[in-house]
């Protein structure tokens, strides 16, 4: 496998040499044809320690980056356990990144631009690159919610694109933040990957959790009546609107989902 840098990889490896220090472990890793690259993990760097050895088989997630002369993988997760078919990323992610980011360099009102390049940061973005959309109803795969978030503005674009008078950077807007709760709603399990929902999922559900997440990052000067425009849609994304927009992205939603 050709690994690029900036882009995301899930695979399996297997352990040829490791360093572990009190901060982060350096990682030799293998894959089936014998070539090799760097892992670098920061977190849980002990647990790790404790469950792994040289020469075990491991699968990961991470993001490519240059070190020094060469590359190596900034690991999000790491398991001992195969991915089994029902969670193995089902499509080209670098495709729907590429994808993601033109919607945002698309949109020509500041303070929709703004309010996406504040939520998006480098944190936020690795995380909902590699999410599943839901537990076991779509888009359950990694980079599940990538795909169905890219999905459902392209599909309110071909919609608006019949009709006058549609805010399509509004639309914009609300398809990429629709569903950005889910990062808070779901967790994926360290050992088993299996989605679990959390309880801010079961107390409020996601659509509220977004709009919590908008509460955070929609700056003081962004214009009131865009913001409220914004997260009625986030908010009733699931149920029929009374404006234009968010009948749209209602429907929108509903084929990506029906069409997974």
Known sequence: MKFENGTLVTKSFKISNSNIGKKFAELTLEDENLETITGILKDNVSIFASMHVVGDTITCHGKVRKLRKNLC??????????????????????VYEERFLKIIENIKDDDYKKILNNCFNEDVLSLFFSYPASKSEHHNYFSGLLKHSVEVVELSLVIANYY???????????????????LKSYDVDDVTH???????????????MSALFLSKIIAQDIEQQKALLLYSLVLNH???????????????DEISIFMC
Do not use: P, R
């Open 73 to 94: 993988i900034d690991i999000i997760w790491i398991t001992k356990y195969s991915l089994d078919n029902n969670t193995q990323q089902k499509f080209d992610a670098n």
């Open 194 to 208: 299996n989605v679990v929902v959390t309880e801010w999922d079961t107390m409020l559900g996601h659509a509220s």
């Open 238 to 252: 699931h149920e029929q609107s009374t404006t234009k927009e968010g009948f749209i992205l209602n429907k929108a």
């Open 164 to 182: 006058q008078d549609i805010n399509k950077d509004l639309l914009c807007c609300a398809g990429l933040l629709h569903d950005i709760g889910k």
